[in-house]
């Protein structure tokens, strides 16, 4: 059951509340394996910053607004939106949500206030946005990368061949620098947590050769630290993928 929706919203310094919160979940029934983007488009984030302005609804509210709104159509909704005032929890994290047409039985989705087809991504709602993927990907005990289309890393919602929605996001927010911007976000996270379990095991450098006598010593490291270094491969070749269709925006 994806209802009744969570509408319990965070302002960013309360993020630790929102991975407490996430840490206390259980996911017997449903565990993402990637997180879907989207943006909200209504409202913009001038529509919003006019509810800013006046105080109302606040995104508590909101989220009961639209509880009412996807309960009327659907069986679920979006699991999060990042708003500029921080983050709300909509459709039960551990329910699948329903956000997407491919992927609604694998996968989180977030909504982010605005339209990035002409709204900039920039400034809080971008701070907020990666701020808030750090934390689930983090929660979820999932990666950003590597992006293999319908399996795993940061999907995009007009990526899902049986969207409707071909623009969502919207091009002003790049993947590869979201993606990136998130992973240097996790690993601030990582490094608040001493008791964190560090996730994607960092790439180890093959030893450099020491002496004449390298040769027997340089297959030895290659293969010590080959089963820790991420496979290059696949994500390259997805990334390659997601270059041809979609270029860099
Ligand atoms: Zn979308």
């Known amino acids: 059951m994806a209802f009744p929706f969570v509408c319990k919203a965070y302002t960013p310094d309360q993020f630790p509340a929102l991975q407490a919160y996430l840490d206390g979940l259980s996911f017997n029934l449903f565990r993402p394996k990637f997180i879907v983007v989207h943006n909200t488009?209504?409202?913009?984030?001038?529509?919003?910053?006019?509810?800013?302005?006046?105080?109302?609804?606040?995104?508590?509210?909101?989220?009961?607004?639209?509880?009412?709104?996807?309960?009327?159509?659907?069986?679920?909704?979006?699991?999060?939106?990042?708003?500029?005032?921080?983050?709300?929890?909509?459709?039960?994290?551990?329910?699948?949500g329903?956000?997407?047409?491919?992927?609604?039985?694998?996968?989180?989705?977030?909504?982010?206030?605005?339209?990035?087809?002409?709204?900039?991504?920039?400034?809080?709602?971008?701070?907020?946005?990666?701020?808030?993927?750090?934390?689930l990907h983090h929660a979820a005990g999932i990666n950003p990368t590597p992006f293999v289309l319908g399996r795993s890393g940061l999907h995009f919602h007009k990526e899902d061949h049986a969207t409707t929605h071909q623009t969502c996001p919207g091009r002003h927010m790049d993947k590869v620098n979201l993606t990136s911007r998130v992973i240097a976000a996790m690993g601030k996270l990582r490094g608040a947590d001493p008791h964190a379990e560090p996730h994607p095991p960092a790439p180890v450098a093959p030893a450099a050769p020491q002496k004449a006598a390298a040769?027997?010593?340089?297959?030895?490291?290659?293969?010590?630290?080959?089963?820790?270094?991420?496979?290059?491969?696949?994500?390259?070749r997805a990334f390659d993928w997601f270059f041809d269709l979609f270029g860099t925006g």
Do not use: C, M
């Open 41 to 96: 488009a209504p409202p913009t984030l001038a529509d919003y910053a006019v509810w800013q302005k006046r105080g109302s609804p606040s995104d508590e509210q909101w989220g009961r607004n639209l509880e009412a709104f996807y309960k009327s159509k659907w069986s679920g909704g979006p699991h999060f939106v990042a708003t500029p005032r921080g983050a709300v929890v909509l459709n039960p994290p551990n329910a699948p």
């Open 98 to 135: 329903v956000h997407t047409p491919s992927w609604n039985r694998v996968s989180w989705g977030v909504e982010t206030v605005g339209d990035f087809e002409t709204d900039a991504f920039e400034g809080p709602i971008a701070d907020n946005l990666i701020a808030l993927l750090a934390v």
């Open 215 to 236: 040769p027997v010593a340089a297959p030895k490291a290659a293969i010590v630290s080959a089963p820790r270094a991420p496979p290059p491969k696949p994500a390259a």
